[in-house]
């Protein structure tokens, strides 16, 4: 019994981990989003605590994302959207770095409803 429960968080947190590997692959190639955002919702609700909050947290980067990539293409034509697209890559890095650096140490994310950082 004590066996899997030091198995279950390594194994969770390689997966919050690919994750946010897929994310930022997905700046490039924009499929690995869909897949990491699907992964995020398959594995929410299965894990530790500390787990779920980064689930909840990539969850919330996918549809966040979403709007954001939507409003830059909309002002796109009036050119503030290159500056909106600029803000959403860094927004993106951003979140997925701290995201891993929490997930590293198997700590939940501090605030996985944030719409910042």
């Known amino acids: 019994m004590s066996g899997d429960n030091t198995v279950r968080p390594v194994s969770s947190g390689g997966t919050v981990t690919i994750i946010y590997v897929l994310y930022l692959v997905g ?3 924009g499929i690995t989003s869909l897949i990491a955002v699907v992964m995020a919702y398959v594995n ?3 894990g530790p605590e500390w787990a ?5 947290f990539q969850i919330r980067t996918f549809w966040i994302g979403l ?13 503030i959207g290159w500056f909106v697209l600029i803000f959403y890559y860094v927004w993106m ?3 997925c770095v ?3 650096k929490f997930a590293g140490s198997a700590e ?6 944030s719409w910042l950082w």
């Open 27 to 29: 700046l490039v190639v």
């Open 44 to 46: 929410k609700g299965g």
């Open 52 to 56: 779920e909050s980064h689930y909840r």
């Open 67 to 79: 709007l954001i990539g939507v409003v830059a293409l909309v002002l796109i034509f009036v050119l």
């Open 93 to 95: 890095i951003v979140r």
């Open 98 to 100: 701290k995201g891993m």
């Open 108 to 113: 939940p994310y501090p605030s996985p409803a």
